[in-house]
Every structure is written in C-alpha cells, then in structure tokens.
C-alpha cells in the first residue's frame, strides 16, 4: 500500500485559500475559523493516506470524505475505533503512549481541518455561542461513534456489513433515481478490515446482496435500492 | 430480575440535600450546579436498576458508580454500547425513535445526577470556564468509549474478559496491599452479557486466572494483583 503519513510537522498537499473561501460559507467550522481569523490548516488526503498522531494537542475536523480512526500497539496489533464521515471530529490531549499511538487513515479522498487544541479552549472563553455549538458537536459525535459499536456487536458478518453500509450510505449518500449511491470507492479488503473479517466473505455477501438485487455496483460504487428494506431485512435479527 | 424502572418523571430514591452539600466538594458537577443554584436531581441506583430513555432532553452524570448503557430495538434485542464510570455522562438530544430507545443498568449501587439539556447550554452561554470544562469533558468521554470498543474488538473472549477487568479497575479500583480491588459486586451472568459470550465461558475463565494466581477473589469482588503483567500477558497478542 503507498501510504503517505502526516506526523505533526510535515505536511500533505495543502488547500489554497481561495478554494476555501468559496466553500466556507456551507461549513459552520470554516465560516466561524475565517471570520474570526483563527490560525488553522487544511490538509487534502487521498485514498489510503494516513495521519499519524504520537504527540499531539489538536483537534482535527473532517470536511469532506470519509476516514477509519485506528489504535496501534507497539506489537504492530491495530484496533479499528471508529469511522469518521464529515462534520465529525477527533482529537485529544491524551494521544499515545509507549505501549500505543493513534491513526486514521482516508478510505476514499478527504479533507481534513486541524486547529490548535489552545486555540479551540480560547474561542470557547470568548464565544459563548462557539461553546454551545461545539458542545452540541460532540454530543453528536458520541451517538455516531455508537452507530459504529452497533455495527462491531453484531455476530454476523453479514449483518455487520450491511449495518456498515447503511451507515456509510446515511453519511455520504447521494440520492439517485435507482437508490442511495454510496460516494466512496473502498476495496473489499478494506471493508473486510473495518468489520473484523477477511477480503473472501465481504466479496461472497456483496455477491449475495447483488444477485437478490438489494444492492448493485456503479463504477465501483455501491448504490442501496432501498434502505429502509435493506435495514429491515437484514439488520437486528 | 427485579429490576426497577426510572422513565422520565417517575422517581427513584433521591438523596438528601444534606449528604449532598457534604459531599459536592469533592465534585465538580455538584460544586458549580450548588453554586450557581441550578435546578438539577440526583438519583440513588441499586444493583439491577435501570434508566430507560424514551423522550429525553436531559444531561446525566455519574457520582458514583458503574452501569452500562444499552440500545433495546423494539424486537427486544438489546446492544450494549458502553460501560460507564464515575465521572462519566450520557445523554443527547436524539434518545429514541419507533425502531429502538436507550436504557442504563447499574451494575452496582450508583449516584447519578440528571440536568436539564437547556439548562447546561445555558450555562456555558453565560459561564465561559465551564464550557471548557464540558468541553474537555466530553472530548474525556469519547476517549473512555474508545476503551469500551477496544474491549469488544478482542476477538478472544478471554482477552475481552481481561480488558474489561483492567477497565474497570481502572476507574472503580481500590489499592490495596495485594492488588487493585475492583469495587464492584458483578455476577458472572453480567460479565458475560457486557462482553458477548455466556455465564460458563467467564466462569471457566476467572477460574482458570485465579488458578495462575492473576486474580483472586474477595468477598464477590475481583482483586487483580499485578495489572500491568495481567495486562502485558494476556491482552493485545
């Protein structure tokens, strides 16, 4: 795999002002960050790029793609935590130790936000409103990050997939005539590693789920016909 | 089970305010809520008792303590998404919806304190250093439910067992001359629902590490004698 890394300092392609400007009016964070001139970074990652965190004190928040928050141990063992989709946020002030670090890598192109961790504290002091809204913010990112444990609880693989799905589709879901077109192009491999399987069984499922026409494939993306059917179905037996 | 149901205005035993007052200094919660004279509860749990949320607009944090916090699906079939401490808060403004609501157990007696959700925002609109406080309290918060998938993704049951424990020595332990005591009274049955397997596994399990001299028991309550052995022999391989 032709991972690149982000390990504080050193930087992926960074995105030019002007392109920001012009989107910055449809995210709350961006508007907020560039009205008050709050120093931050916006990093652009392609698939499979990974940002490593050994030390750290800033909070990253995704503006676009989709990523997998990872745990590594020293012994190299990697515990997949969460699956991040836009608006949502990581980071903290305690991020690694001798014994683990953290990663997240990008499954499809992404774009990444970070600001200083002393510089989110200091909004906060002085902008009531930005409090309110990043405490609502996080108080999200909880019930998302639950959506995720809901997924690895299952004991079915095929359960597990397709509540992956599901998720994947709620978050970067476009909306089409014959369905929901899941926006990302993620290997099976990949699919296998978030849910805990291997490569072989998510490709016999995704067979399964075409051929009772539940799911189908456009240019290595998956379109859902129909959610709610497909949730019904499958899920929560 | 007799279990015992707290569904929004019904009440539970609720404690004095004079054991209160004693305590909230020890509490930050409590300290500021008192204070500032804000409109709050707080709730005496026993072993097996639950909080369902069906509508909600309330913050809970807990004193004292330990539960877990499950998602029940209409067809009966529950998810156990978290195992909470002291310290700890749960609650959002999305609780419930026809498909499934959330409840919490408390594994053994526990104190949580409940608050209006308007009330809290209100607060940090007017108390920028409590704002912070939320803040890096809940960041805490997602750090602890990182613990709990870390457990679940063990794929070995004994591991999982071993996480759970180290967790809950973690945060409800008392050190002893021989060990952490994990200050919980939890059943084997318990034990087996919060990690997915069942009562024969984990007894044969807490057997076999009393056997080896990791644990021992102390009137129903686990004592790990050494958890940075336990925790280098057994989890993360």
């Keep these: 795999m032709n991972n690149h890394y982000l390990n504080?300092?050193?930087?992926?392609?960074?995105?030019?002002?002007?392109?920001?400007?012009?989107?910055?009016?449809?995210?709350?964070?961006?508007?907020?960050?560039?009205?008050?001139?709050?120093?931050?970074?916006?990093?652009?990652?392609?698939?499979?790029?990974?940002?490593?965190?050994?030390?750290?004190?800033?909070l990253y928040i995704i503006l676009a793609g989709c990523l997998i928050v990872k745990k590594v141990f020293r012994n190299r063992k990697k515990i997949i935590l969460n699956v991040l989709t836009s608006e949502d946020s990581f980071g903290h002030t305690q991020f690694a130790s001798n014994r683990f670090y953290y990663e997240v890598e990008a499954l499809d192109v992404a774009q990444v936000l970070s600001i200083e961790y002393s510089i989110i504290m200091n909004i906060c002091q002085n902008y009531p409103n930005f409090s309110v809204f990043l405490?609502?913010?996080?108080?999200?990112?909880?019930?998302?990050?639950?959506?995720?444990?809901?997924?690895?609880?299952?004991?079915?693989?095929?359960?597990?997939?397709?509540?992956?799905?599901?998720?994947?589709?709620?978050?970067?879901?476009?909306?089409?005539?014959?369905?929901?077109?899941?926006?990302?192009?993620?290997?099976?491999?990949?699919?296998?590693?978030?849910?805990?399987?291997?490569?072989?069984?998510?490709?016999?499922?995704?067979?399964?789920?075409?051929?009772?026409?539940?799911i189908s494939m456009q240019k290595k993306k998956v379109i859902i016909h129909d959610p709610i059917l497909l949730s019904q179905r499958f899920s929560n037996r």
């Design 8 to 58: 504080q300092g050193c930087s992926f392609e960074k995105v030019s002002k002007n392109i920001l400007k012009k989107n910055s009016h449809c995210n709350p964070w961006l508007s907020f960050f560039n009205q008050q001139d709050s120093e931050h970074q916006i990093f652009s990652l392609k698939q499979n790029d990974i940002i490593i965190f050994d030390v750290n004190s800033k």
């Design 135 to 214: 405490v609502n913010h996080l108080l999200l990112c909880s019930i998302k990050a639950n959506h995720f444990m809901e997924i690895i609880s299952h004991k079915s693989i095929t359960n597990r997939l397709i509540s992956l799905l599901l998720l994947l589709s709620e978050h970067n879901g476009i909306s089409q005539n014959n369905g929901i077109l899941i926006d990302l192009t993620i290997t099976h491999k990949v699919l296998a590693q978030i849910i805990g399987s291997n490569r072989v069984s998510i490709t016999r499922i995704i067979s399964k789920l075409i051929h009772t026409k539940f």
